[in-house]
């Protein structure tokens, strides 16, 4: 938002203004180029939320139907190397395979690629987890402690 001094709200209504202006009369004002590409942030980022919501809603779904899984919770994460510490429940976990990382607080929900796995500070491309088990998990995205980590099933 411009000066973070506009509501989301403000922003919306700001950008259906200047599109009805456009295509129903006569354009008082024509925006420079950088309110424009502020605008176009702006968008941006309302569908990025807008796809973390719907994912998260979709994970949620499937958690009740039986087609996703909680498998673990980041405890640990260290922003440096985009990698962290999780503690995990039984599952298979391997380099390449993805995973739902879920902030429940703020619906925050993306999918992330396990780029490297280690155990022990010993790398594995696979490992078969137990209940309670701390695995270190480098992703292909950042990620904070708390997350959850969902796997979904077909």
């Not at 411009?2 to 024509?30: C, K, M, W």
């Not at 779904?61 to 994460?77: C, D, F, L, N």
Request: charged content about 25%; aromatic content about 8%; some cysteine.
């Amino acid at each position: 938002m411009r000066g973070n001094q506009n509501t989301v709200e403000g922003e919306l209504n700001e950008l259906i203004s200047y599109r009805n202006d456009a295509a129903h009369g006569f354009p008082d004002n024509v925006l420079g180029s950088n309110a424009l590409l502020e605008l176009c942030d702006f968008v941006e980022t309302l569908c990025q939320a807008l796809a973390e919501l719907v994912t998260y809603k979709v994970i949620e779904r499937k958690k009740s139907i039986g087609q996703a899984k909680e498998v673990g919770r980041i405890t640990e994460w260290y922003k440096k190397h985009e990698a962290g510490v999780a503690k995990v429940e039984e599952t298979i976990l391997s380099i390449g395979s993805s995973l739902f990382l879920v902030n429940e607080g703020s619906s925050c929900c993306y999918l992330a690629t396990i780029e490297s796995i280690k155990i022990d500070d010993i790398s594995v491309n696979e490992v078969q987890t137990s209940k309670g088990m701390e695995v270190g998990l480098k992703f292909d995205v950042d990620a904070k402690k708390g997350f959850r980590l969902y796997q979904l099933y077909v």
